[in-house]
């Protein structure tokens, strides 16, 4: 259940217990804004970001903050169940071998182009888009870096599942970089007194119409992207197991802007870090390598504008992880259970279990926002 903070214009509800003071802080910016409406909502993993806290819900009237959705548009989580209840550690290695093989993590991309088939569709002026449209041709289908991750699991259904985390590549990213920087120059025109990092565009404006233009783009780029790679896996899984029947596939994104209903009124919600949960629908919260993720379905909080968690969270920034965290203390217990993990170097110890939250605590926190469906245990990952 929520906790409330009453001391900015608009109450700031939190469901978690203790947020670090920059998070705190960014929430009661977005609680201060002219056209925030009714309340800001945090979600149980939420940490400091950049103008809006990571695990954050803002509710507008007429006006859209790039910075609000973020600079990796449409990332979100895809997962699937497979018929098997099994596989051997000899199989599970060689599906891992051959998905890295098959899909480019970090900075790198494919070295051809792939079927356009897999771009979504370029319709009106979609000005960004169309200058990085080539190049993402050769991006869609790669997982990225950060916390993104590939990963084989084994659910509490008795099914091996496969789960992906990932986004938009350089294509959003370009697209949100270029309209807050817009935003931010049109602010300073209007004298306008909101925060640089919470520049924004009015309703009725054209800056309003292209930025969702290019954004639905992005969030639509960042499925193809997880399907293609969904696809890559599910071939490698055949490829070493034989036939095997897949279900049909899960994708929640979450770092986006929608026009939802709520409290009576047509509202844009800014989901940055969190997932919708509407009553009923099916959705992912992911912890981290060594902990368990969940097949969840929402409960349709209204407090919660209809969200929840998009993960653990992080308790501390990736290079405090490098700094403080040590690579045999992390990945010995991982080892001890036989999951096949990322955690090899110093400087993969930014995504080690210890630089998260306690995944268990923070589904506690949001028992009002989401039933859990499936707990899952990780086998095996790839980590951007």
Request: proline share 3%; with cysteine; net charge negative.
């Given at each position: ?303 919660a504008f209809e969200s929840c968690s998009h993960g653990a969270g992080r ?70």
């Open positions: 259940m929520e906790q409330v903070i009453s001391s900015e214009r608009l109450p700031i509800k939190l469901w978690l217990e203790d947020l670090e003071e920059g998070a705190l802080q960014q929430a009661k910016n977005l609680a201060n804004l002219p056209f925030a409406f009714k309340h800001i909502a945090i979600m149980p993993d939420s940490h400091q970001g950049y103008g809006m806290p990571i695990g954050g819900v803002l509710a507008t009237e007429d006006a859209i903050i790039p910075n609000a959705v973020g600079v990796d548009i449409g990332c979100g989580m895809c997962s699937l169940r497979t018929d098997r209840k099994e596989i051997d550690r000899d199989d599970l290695k060689s599906i891992m071998s051959i998905i890295r093989k098959t899909v480019p993590v970090g900075f790198n991309h494919h070295d051809q182009q792939q079927d356009e088939k897999w771009m979504p569709e370029l319709n009106g002026n979609l000005e960004i888009v169309e200058q990085e449209y080539e190049s993402a041709q050769s991006q869609v289908g790669t997982l990225g870096g950060g916390n993104h991750f590939i990963e084989i699991q084994k659910g509490s259904d008795g099914y091996v599942w496969i789960m992906i985390h990932s986004g938009s590549r350089n294509i959003g990213y370009t697209v949100a970089k270029h309209y807050n920087q817009k935003a931010k120059e049109l602010n300073e025109k209007w004298k306008s007194e909101t925060r640089t990092d919470l520049a924004f565009f009015p309703r009725d404006t054209k800056e309003f119409d292209d930025y969702i233009r290019e954004m639905d783009y992005c969030i639509e780029f960042a499925l193809n992207n997880r399907k293609l790679m969904m696809e890559r896996v599910q071939n490698a899984i055949t490829d070493v197991l034989g036939e095997v029947d897949f279900s049909d596939f899960i994708n929640k994104p979450h770092n986006f802007a929608s026009l939802e209903n709520h409290f009576g009124k047509n509202l844009l919600i800014h989901r940055k870090g969190a997932t919708r949960a509407r009553e009923g629908e099916l959705g992912m919260i992911p912890g981290s390598q060594g902990s368990s993720s969940f097949i969840v379905r929402g409960k349709g909080n209204r407090d308790v501390m920034s990736r290079n405090q992880a490098k700094k403080t965290l040590s690579v045999e203390e992390e990945s010995k217990p991982l080892e001890e259970r036989g999951i096949l993990h990322a955690i090899r170097h110093k400087s993969d110890l930014d995504e080690a279990p210890g630089s998260y939250k306690d995944i268990q605590k923070v589904m506690e926190l949001q028992k009002d926002l989401i039933e859990i469906v499936i707990e899952l245990e990780p086998l095996a990952v790839v980590k951007g």
